[in-house]
Nanobody
Framework: QVQLVESGGGLVQAGVSLRLSCAAS????????MGWFRQAPGKEREFVAA????????YYADSVKGRFTISRDNAKKTVYLQMNSLEPEDTAVYYC???????????????WGQGTQVTVSS
């Protein structure tokens, strides 16, 4: 059974950093792209970042480029999202997802985690 389990969310003040983790299990994701998405209340789910598990190639949304960093630890089968200089606009539920190719469209992803809440206060 495929599982993606996110952790690391919380309530923080603007300007600080937070690191999200996504632990993957149940299958081999070495040929997959792992993505982070977020969804704020009343808004559509949006792409944040993605990484190709095998090569480490990364992709970012313009809104987070330079502030967020996606990485992976092959031994731990875990993908991370390091979020720096957080802003109130980053408040959302953050989801981890997996797809066979890189997509920014959330509908193209095959597997999803349950999400972790990130709230940034001003």
């Amino acid at each position: 059974q495929v599982q993606l389990v996110e952790s690391g969310g919380g309530l923080v003040q603007a300007g600080v950093s937070l690191r999200l983790s996504c632990a993957a299990s149940g299958r081999t994701f070495s040929n997959y792209h792992m993505g982070w998405f977020r969804q704020a209340p009343g808004k559509e789910r949006e792409f944040v970042a993605a990484i190709r598990w095998s090569s480490g190639r990364t992709y970012y949304a313009d809104s987070v480029k330079g502030r967020f960093t996606i990485s992976r630890d092959n031994a731990k089968k875990t993908v991370y999202l390091q979020m720096n200089s957080l802003e109130p606009e980053d408040t959302a539920v953050y989801y981890c997802a997996a797809a066979r190719q890189y997509y920014s469209d959330y509908e193209r992803y095959d597997y999803w985690g349950q999400g972790t809440q990130v709230t940034v206060s001003s």
